[in-house]
């Protein structure tokens, strides 16, 4: 639903759109009118071309895949409640035998794949924004987006979200943009000891899951009667670091496993109700927003001196919108 919700945003920059499942042509179409899809299709049904690519899960041994009963309507449940079921984990790893990882390729125009991205949760997918400007170099202003900023002396520091919001497993970019004074430099990793690498640290509530930060390259730079050798950022230079929301919203769970209530039957049905009953009578607040502790540490120097080492730290508020649901998914009476 998201790539068909930021389809404008791809036909703009000329980059097409398509998805291929091993479903078939007549599931996909079902699937396209009942859910608005307007963008292409591919059927892939005895799943050559997943195949090709090596995004087949087979870690999975076939004979301990899902069976009928109770045993696969469990490991069905997992994905649609926020419980620790640790019976239900136990035999998950087996439930997807023969279903490719869920990701993305960006493709240039020689045909050439510039960039995979793929997630180890089944669930998560990149940001439009994400994958415009850090996957095919959209060049597009994020400013507008939510940020915070601080400085120091001849060091001047941006965090900006690298979408307008945060939703349940899309992931997105914080970029940490460092603007240097001329003649300054900042220190890559690795340094000689002594010495204070550039290091980007992003926190958040357990809502919020964090990866690890994208630096840019660096070049090498010698001190003149030092043996030591150096990696240094200079100019003005950006660092990437991945940020999700992994609270799913209440009410589009229990719309969720109210469905799968309704299409499995008894007993699989009733353990089903007894989770809706359950999350209903613990409901959490909803998130509005959430907060992310952004820091950065960094030593400045010109070719002669070097500053003292500094840690600039700040907070960013960040919206959470909730789940988009598509009106002809109501729950059956």
Known sequence: MQLQ???????QAGISVFAISYDSVEAQADFAEKFGITY??????????????GILNVQAVPEKSVGPGLAASEQTILKVTPFNTEKVE????SSFYGIPYPGSYLIGTDGRVI????????RTRPSAET????????DFEVHDNPSAESSGKGVNIRATLGSKSMTYMEASLLYVEIDLADGLHLYGSPVPDGYIATTVTVTGPESVEVGPARYPETRPFEVTGLDESFQVFDGALEIAVPVYYVQEDFEHLL???????????EPSAGVVRQLIAHA????????????????VKYQACTTDACLIPQEQSFKMDIPIVRVQVNNSTKPKD
């Open 5 to 11: 919700e930021n389809l404008d945003k791809f036909e």
């Open 40 to 53: 292409s299709l591919l059927s892939d049904v005895n799943s050559d071309a997943i195949e090709a690519t």
């Open 90 to 93: 136990a035999n998950l790893g």
């Open 115 to 122: 960039e995979k991205l793929f997630y180890r949760h089944y």
């Open 131 to 138: 994958v415009l400007r850090s996957g095919f170099g959209v």
């Open 255 to 265: 719309r969720r496993s109210h469905f799968l209530a309704s299409d499995l039957e």
């Open 280 to 295: 209903e009578a613990t409901r959490p607040p909803p998130d509005t927003s959430v907060e992310l502790d952004v820091s």
